[in-house]
C-alpha cells in the first residue's frame, strides 16, 4: 500500500516540471469551477427553457425581442426591495402567456400595481436576492421568509390599505372578525397609524345579571355557550364542571339588582302564538335577530343575538322590562326603545319565553354556593380575564391581558412553538393557533373559538398583514383607511334618535348602520309631510327587502320633533329645494318624462311607476314619488345618483339637462293618487 | 425538519429538460413531503378505517361548479355518495380525492356516512383557473371507480368583478332568489343572460360585452332594460367584470385560462 502512495507521489510530483504541471492543472481546475457554477445555474436552464417554448409561437419575435438574458433584478430602496424573480419568471408582463401551463413563464395576472413600483416580494415574501429555486421559495436556515401560500397573498394588500377594498374580501372579513370576534378586548393591535383597533361587539354586562338569568342558565353558556345558540361569539372556556360552578356563583352573588328590571304590566303575559308571531313581524325583529327554523336554518339578521331558546334563558320580569325600554339595562344598547303598549310587551314576551329548550337546563343540578366557591369564582373570573369584553362590578378591566399583536406578521420563526405535524412557517402557526389555541401546551387561557375554516383563513391574513413593513411604510404608500365617524345628533332630537336606536341601521355623517338607508342628506331628499306620514307608519318603500323601518308607537310631539331636526339639519348644500315647484309642469313636458322612463332608460325594469305595467322592484317603488321626494332631489339624482348617496345601484345615465327636467316632471305627477283613492274607500 | 414548498402548481409543473435529474429529484422530494404531510395529518391521531362496504358508482350530491378565491376555501363543501348497482346509498365505502397539486381536501379519503355520503371542505391552489379533481371509490372488485368534479378559481381581477357583480349586476342577470335577495330576473320583459351562460356570452367579443356594458342594451341594439353603466363603472371596473363573466361561464370561455387536474 505505502509502496503504491510512493510510486504515485513520484510520477505526480517527482521532479519539479511534474509538479508544476500537475499544480497548475489543479489551479486550472479550480478556476473554472465558478464559471461552471454560473454556467449550469438554475436561472439559465429557466432562461434557455423560455426560449426554446417561444420558438415556436407565432408572437416569438415579440417575446423575443423583450427578453433580457442574464440576471434582472428589480431595486426599490426605499422598499428595502432587491428582487432578482424574474431573471426566472421571465414572461411576467407578456399578456400572451396568460395561458401557458408550465411556470416559471405565466404571465402575472391582472392586479392595480406596476410589476417596477412594488417588485415581487412586498406582496409574495420570499427572498428576493436569491438565484436558486430552493433559496428563493422556500424556508432555509439562512433564510426567515417563505414564500407566502396564495391564499393568505392578500395579507399584503393589507400592508399598504388600511381600510376594506373591494378586490380583497378575505383580509376585509379577517379585520372584522378581529374586531366583530372581540378578539381585540383581550389582544392589543395598534395599527400603523398609531390607533388601537377597537371591538365593534357589545358584550352585555354582568353586573345585574341575577336580574336577566339564573345561575343555571349562566353554568350551562359557562359549560358550552355553543349548545344554547349556535351563532353566538362566546369562546368556550373548556370549564370543568366545578369551575363553572364556582364561576355562576360569584357572578350570581356579585350581582345587584337594578331598580326597573322588575315591572308589573297592566296586561297578564299572553300565550298567543298568533299574535305574538305577527307582533315579531310587524315589529320587524327578524331583521337584528335570528331564529332556528324547524330545518336548522337561520332565520334573521347578525345585529343582536340569536332567540331560538332565549325562553331557556331570561327570566320574564326582565324580559318585560327589557321590551319596555332596553336602555334601563343597558343604556349603550344597540336595540331600539320600541314604546310598546302593556298589552304588546304582554304578547311579544309570551311568544319570546316560549322559544325554550328543555335539554339545555336538564342537567343542571347546583347546590346553594358557599363562599368558599364564591370566592373561588371570583378568582377565576379574574384569571380568565372574563373582565376584559364584559363589565363586572368589582373586577378591573385587565390591561394587556394577552400577547400583542400590532406585528405579529413579522414574528420570527424561531420564536414559535411547533405542534407535530405542523408546517414550521408563520402562517401555518397563526392558523392553527386561531383554530386550536389550548393544543400548544398545559395552562394556556386563550379559548376555543368556533370558527369556519374560511373564517380562520380570514383572520390569518388579517393578522399576517400587521408586521415590520406594514409600520415602516414610506408615508407616500399608506392608503388610510376613511376615519370612523363618530358623529352624534344634537339636543331633544339626538336623544330620541340614540333612543330610538336609529344608528343601528342607519348611517349618517359617516356613523351608523348599513342595513337601512344612508340619511345624511334625508331633508334635502323627502317631502315634511310624507316623513311624518311615514313615521307614523311605516310603509313598504322597496318590495323585495324583508328588513323594513319598524313601528316605534311614537307620539305627535316625538314625530314633529325628529321631522323638524331632519327636514333642517340633514340638508345637501347642493340642492336648493325651493329651486323647483312640486307642481305646475307642462303637460308636453311631463309626457316627454313619461316616454323617456318607458323608452330610452327603461326605468320600469328596476322601479314600478304603475302598479298594473310595471313589475320591476330593485329600487323603491315610484306609483307615488311625487308627494315622497323633492323635485331638486330627484333632479339632481337624476344628474347623478352617486354624488348624492355613493355605491347606490341606480346607474349614472350622465342625462341632458333636459332629459332630467322631464323625468323630474313626470315623476313629480306621480302623486299615488289611484292608491290614495282606493285607501279612502 | 419538514422542508416547506410554496406552490405546488407552479414548482410541479417545471420543465427543465437540461437539468431532468434534479428535477426528477426536486419532483421525488416534493412527492415525498406531500405524503408526508398528508399522511402526518391524519395518520397521528388514527389509521384509516377499513371500508366495511364497496359501491358500484360515485356521484356528486353537492358542491361542484363553485367559485372561490384563488386558495381559498369553497363556501360550500364538497359531498359526493356513493351508490350500489341499484343507486341505493352505501355507508362505510371508501373514497378518496385526489386532484393537481396545491388543491387540499379536509379530509382527503375516508369512508361515507350512513347516508352514503362523504363531505369534505375543499380549498383551491394557488392560480386562477379551473380545477379538476377526482373522487374514486372501489367497487366489488376492487376497481377504482372515479367521479370528476370542476371548480372554479377566481384570481384578483375576477374577485373584483364578482363584488361588482354582487353590486350592480346579480339582481337582474341571476333568477336564483335567497330569502335576502330577490331575483328581479322574472319581472323582465326581456330575459337577461345569466353570467354562466357560456353558449351566449362565449361568442361576444371582449369589446361587444364593454359597448354592452358602458352604454346598455341599445349599444348592440340589445334591450333598454340593460342600462348603460359607462359612468357608473370605470374601465378597470368593467375589465374586472368580463374578467369574471369569462372565469365562471359555463361551458368555459376560450380565456377563461388553464385546467388543473391531476398529473
Known amino acids: 500500500m505505502k509502496e503504491k502512495l510512493t510510486s504515485l507521489w513520484q510520477r505526480l510530483f517527482g521532479d519539479s516540471v511534474r509538479a508544476f504541471g500537475v499544480v497548475s492543472l489543479v489551479f486550472l481546475v479550480s478556476l473554472a469551477i465558478a464559471p461552471a457554477k454560473n454556467f449550469f445555474s438554475e436561472w439559465r436552464h429557466y432562461q434557455h427553457g423560455y426560449l426554446r417554448m417561444i420558438r415556436n409561437r407565432s408572437d416569438a419575435n415579440t417575446l423575443q425581442r423583450h427578453f433580457q438574458a442574464g440576471i434582472q433584478q428589480i431595486w426599490l430602496p426605499e422598499l428595502g426591495v432587491v428582487d432578482r424573480c424574474t431573471s426566472c419568471h421571465v414572461g411576467l408582463k407578456e399578456a400572451s402567456l396568460r395561458d401557458v401551463p408550465v411556470q416559471p413563464f405565466r404571465t402575472h395576472p391582472v392586479i392595480p400595481h406596476k410589476l417596477e413600483q412594488f417588485g415581487c416580494t412586498v406582496c409574495h415574501r420570499g427572498q428576493g436576492a436569491a438565484t436558486t429555486v430552493a433559496e428563493a421559495h422556500n424556508s432555509t436556515l439562512a433564510w426567515e421568509q417563505p414564500i407566502l401560500p396564495a391564499k393568505y397573498i392578500e395579507s399584503s394588500c393589507g400592508e399598504c390599505h388600511r381600510g376594506p377594498l373591494p378586490g380583497t374580501p378575505q383580509l376585509n372579513q379577517g379585520r372584522n372578525l378581529l374586531s366583530r370576534d372581540g378578539c381585540v378586548h383581550c389582544h392589543m393591535v395598534r395599527l400603523p397609524d398609531g390607533s388601537t383597533m377597537k371591538a365593534s361587539d357589545d358584550p352585555p354586562i354582568l353586573s345585574h345579571i341575577a336580574d336577566k338569568t339564573t345561575r343555571e342558565w349562566i353554568y350551562a353558556w359557562l359549560k358550552d355557550p355553543q349548545a344554547y345558540a349556535a351563532t353566538v361569539t362566546m369562546p368556550n372556556f373548556k370549564l370543568s364542571d366545578n369551575d363553572a360552578r364556582d364561576m355562576s356563583a360569584f357572578l350570581i352573588a356579585n350581582s345587584s339588582p337594578l331598580a326597573g328590571d322588575t315591572v308589573t304590566l297592566s296586561a297578564k303575559a299572553s300565550s298567543d302564538p298568533v299574535a305574538g308571531a305577527s307582533l315579531y313581524g310587524e315589529s320587524f325583529c327578524a331583521s337584528c335577530h335570528a331564529v332556528q327554523n324547524a330545518a336548522g336554518n337561520m332565520v334573521g339578521g347578525d345585529v343582536g343575538p340569536e332567540l331560538t331558546r332565549v325562553g331557556s334563558k331570561v327570566k320574564p320580569e326582565w324580559l318585560q322590562a327589557w321590551l319596555r325600554n332596553p336602555r334601563a339595562y ?60 364584559h363589565e363586572i362590578a368589582g373586577i378591573k378591566k385587565p390591561e394587556n391581558f394577552a400577547p400583542e399583536l400590532s406585528r405579529i406578521g413579522s414574528k420570527p420563526v424561531t420564536q414559535l412553538v411547533f405542534l407535530p405535524g405542523m408546517q414550521h412557517t408563520l402562517p401555518d402557526y397563526i392558523a392553527t393557533k386561531i383554530k386550536q389555541p389550548r393544543s400548544f401546551g398545559q395552562g394556556l387561557k386563550m379559548p376555543q373559538y368556533t370558527l369556519t375554516p374560511m373564517q380562520i383563513d380570514a383572520l390569518t391574513t388579517a393578522l399576517l398583514a400587521l408586521n415590520d413593513r406594514s409600520n415602516a411604510l414610506p408615508p407616500s404608500l399608506a392608503v388610510a383607511a376613511a376615519p370612523e365617524s363618530d358623529y352624534q345628533p344634537a339636543g331633544k332630537a339626538g336623544k ?29 331628499s323627502v317631502q315634511r309631510e310624507w316623513l311624518v306620514q311615514f313615521f307614523k307608519n311605516p310603509g313598504t318603500l322597496r318590495p323585495s327587502l324583508i328588513r323594513r323601518m319598524p313601528r316605534f308607537n311614537l307620539t305627535d310631539t316625538e314625530v314633529n320633533e325628529l321631522t323638524d331636526y331632519i327636514m333642517t339639519v340633514y340638508q345637501n348644500p347642493g340642492i336648493d329645494r325651493d329651486s323647483m315647484p312640486l307642481s305646475g309642469y307642462a303637460q308636453g313636458q311631463i309626457e316627454l318624462g313619461k316616454q323617456l322612463l318607458y323608452g330610452k332608460y327603461s326605468c320600469q325594469g328596476c322601479h314600478i311607476v304603475d302598479t298594473k305595467t310595471d313589475k320591476g322592484y330593485i329600487g323603491p317603488t315610484l306609483t307615488d314619488v311625487g308627494s315622497r321626494l323633492s323635485a331638486a332631489w330627484i333632479y339632481q339624482w337624476m344628474k347623478n345618483p352617486q354624488a348624492l348617496r355613493p355605491g347606490t345601484a341606480e346607474p349614472n345615465r350622465a342625462m341632458s339637462d333636459e332629459d332630467a327636467r322631464a323625468l323630474t316632471a313626470f315623476l313629480i305627477s306621480q302623486k299615488g293618487g289611484a292608491a290614495k283613492e282606493v285607501a279612502k274607500k | 425538519m419538514t422542508r416547506y414548498f410554496p406552490n405546488p402548481v407552479g414548482t410541479a409543473a417545471l420543465g427543465r429538460p437540461s437539468a431532468r435529474s434534479s428535477a426528477a429529484a426536486l419532483a421525488g422530494a416534493m412527492l415525498a413531503i406531500f405524503l408526508a404531510t398528508s399522511c402526518s395529518r391524519t395518520n397521528q391521531s388514527a ?137 328581479n330576473f322574472d319581472n323582465l320583459e326581456v330575459k337577461p343572460h345569466p353570467f354562466t351562460e357560456g353558449d351566449t356570452l362565449n361568442k361576444i367579443s371582449d369589446a361587444d360585452l364593454t359597448a354592452i356594458i358602458s352604454h346598455g342594451g341599445p349599444a348592440l341594439n340589445k334591450s333598454p332594460l340593460m342600462p348603460a353603466w359607462g359612468n357608473t363603472l370605470s374601465r378597470a371596473d368593467i375589465q374586472a367584470l368580463i374578467a369574471y363573466i369569462r372565469a365562471i361561464s359555463d361551458p368555459p370561455s376560450r380565456s377563461a385560462g388553464p385546467t388543473y387536474a391531476e398529473n
Open chain 2, 47 to 183: 389509521p384509516l378505517p377499513k371500508p366495511t362496504a364497496f359501491g358500484a358508482a360515485i356521484v356528486e350530491s353537492n358542491g361542484g361548479k363553485q367559485f372561490a378565491q384563488t386558495g381559498a376555501w369553497l363556501p360550500q363543501p364538497v359531498v359526493v355518495q356513493v351508490n350500489d348497482e341499484q343507486g341505493t346509498a352505501v355507508a362505510g365505502a371508501w373514497v378518496e380525492f385526489a386532484a393537481a397539486p396545491g388543491v387540499t381536501f379536509d379530509p382527503p379519503k375516508g369512508l361515507t356516512d350512513t347516508s352514503g355520503q362523504l363531505t369534505a371542505n375543499v380549498s383551491l391552489g394557488g392560480m386562477a383557473g379551473r380545477y379538476q379533481f377526482t373522487a374514486s371509490t372501489l367497487d366489488k372488485s376492487q376497481k377504482k371507480v372515479q367521479l370528476k368534479i370542476e371548480e372554479i378559481a377566481l384570481g384578483y381581477q375576477q374577485t373584483l368583478g364578482r363584488h361588482l357583480n354582487d353590486l350592480y349586476c346579480e339582481r337582474c342577470h341571476s333568477p336564483e332568489s335567497t330569502v335576502e335577495r330577490v331575483s
Open chain 1, 496 to 524: 330620541l334618535m340614540s333612543d330610538l336606536a336609529c344608528f343601528s341601521c342607519h348611517r349618517i355623517n359617516g356613523h351608523g348602520g348599513e342595513m337601512a338607508p344612508d340619511l345624511t342628506w334625508e331633508g334635502s
Open chain 1, 330 to 389: 343597558d343604556p349603550g344598547t344597540g336595540m331600539p326603545h320600541y314604546r310598546f303598549t302593556d298589552p304588546q310587551v304582554a304578547t311579544l314576551s309570551g311568544f319570546l319565553l316560549a322559544k325554550t329548550d328543555s335539554d339545555l337546563l336538564a342537567n343542571v343540578h347546583l347546590d346553594a354556593s358557599t363562599p368558599e366557591q364564591i370566592a373561588h369564582g371570583k378568582r377565576l373570573v379574574s384569571d380568565y380575564g372574563c373582565a376584559s369584553c
